[in-house]
Nanobody
Framework: DVQLQASGGGLVQAGGSLRLSCKVS????????IGWFRQVSGKEREAVVG????????YYANSVKGRFTISRDRGKQTAFLQMNNLNPEDTAAYYC????????????????????WGQGTQVTVSS
């Protein structure tokens, strides 16, 4: 069965950095993307960043461009998210997922079933 193992996250002060990772097992993700969404309690989930495992094409939400960097290790089916210059607005539960990269660009909560999901990882940025 498909499993996504997420790690990283935690508490950091504004301006600090955190790193998340997400390992996918149970099927070959070479034709798919791995990435993250985030959700604040009471608000809709939003797409943050995704990377095509095969060719490295990426999607970044405008709010994280220039601060977040996603990379992947194809052989380990793992993606990494380096988050720099964090601010309190980045505080959320971050969910790793795998699916088609286009689904990140066109994401709405109605499309949650287009992804396989990992568990949420809390990121808290204090001011």
């Amino acid at each position: 069965d498909v499993q996504l193992q997420a790690s990283g996250g935690g508490l950091v002060q504004a301006g600090g950095s955190l790193r998340l990772s997400c390992k996918v097992s149970g099927f070959s993700v070479n034709d798919f993307a791995i990435g993250w969404f985030r959700q604040v309690s009471g608000k809709e989930r939003e797409a943050v960043v995704g990377i095509m495992v095969s060719d490295g094409r990426t999607y970044y939400a405008n709010s994280v461009k220039g601060r977040f960097t996603i990379s992947r290790d194809r052989g380990k089916q793992t993606a990494f998210l380096q988050m720099n210059n964090l601010n309190p607005e980045d505080t959320a539960a971050y969910y790793c997922a795998t699916g088609f990269l286009a689904a990140w660009k066109n994401y709405s909560p109605k499309n949650n079933n287009e992804f396989f999901w990992g568990q949420g990882t809390q990121v808290t940025v204090s001011s």
